[in-house]
């Protein structure tokens, strides 16, 4: 069953500017993990942020995770084309092998 | 380096018609393999997990099946498609927690 759900579900924006997209789950997790994945393709993990932190950067990615509210933000900054694709955020249980992914934020950017 | 390799890229398949859709693992031993179904626009459906040769789990019932006759091998099979059984098929393989995913294979059942 699918546990998380973004929001919003697409998004256009200009190239440079920020995408943020938010993401709410139901139950205690072990690890939020964020994917990206381009048209036609498969997904391709980009940061996981366990249930202790709060925080984590990758290069242009930003992470939040709030326990209290089961929810995550990602943040894209400085946006690019290559950016365009459909992203899902996937969360896991303690001593779970399953991911459970969200219907996903289709992010658009505009030359 | 590890790669996973999903064969093949697409399929056109009339109703009533078997299935078998294969995946591989390379560069590892002893994965978490995984089969995903994604509905066009959808987010992905967990429809098998295997800890091990031979340990199949099963998340939904349908008229799908799963095996793993070797360790770095996943199949996933039907006797008789359904129309429904139309989508875009996701295998993925862990260790701990990040999932690595193949390219997928475009089913579309006519």
């Known amino acids: 069953s699918q546990q998380g759900e973004e929001d919003p579900q697409a998004l256009s924006i200009q190239e440079g500017e920020n995408a943020t997209m938010n993401c709410s789950y139901k139950?205690?997790?072990?690890?939020l993990q964020w994917y990206r994945q381009n048209s036609g393709r498969g997904l391709v993990h980009l940061i996981l942020i366990r249930s202790n932190e709060r925080e984590k950067h990758s290069g242009r990615l930003r992470v939040t995770l709030d326990t209290s509210k089961k929810s995550s933000s990602l943040l894209i900054t400085a946006s690019r084309a290559a950016d365009t694709a459909s992203y899902f955020c996937a969360t896991d249980a303690a001593n779970d092998y399953k991911l459970s992914f969200g219907a996903g934020t289709t992010v658009t950017v505009r030359a | 380096s590890q790669t996973i390799h999903q064969w093949p890229a697409t399929l056109v398949q009339p109703v009533g018609s078997p299935l078998s859709l294969e995946c591989t693992v390379e560069?590892?031993?002893?994965?978490?393999l995984y089969w995903y179904r994604q509905a066009a626009g959808r987010g992905l459906q967990l429809l098998f997990y295997s800890v091990g040769i031979g340990q199949i789990s099963s998340e939904v019932p349908q008229n799908l099946s799963a095996s793993r006759p070797q360790d770095r091998q996943f199949i996933l099979s039907s006797k008789k498609l359904l129309l429904s059984d139309s989508g875009f098929y996701l295998c993925?393989?862990?260790?701990?927690?990040?999932?690595?995913f193949g390219p997928g294979t475009r089913l579309t059942v006519l």
């Open positions: 560069g590892t031993s002893n994965p978490n």
């Open positions: 139950t205690s997790i072990n690890n």
């Open positions: 993925a393989w862990s260790r701990v927690n990040e999932q690595f």
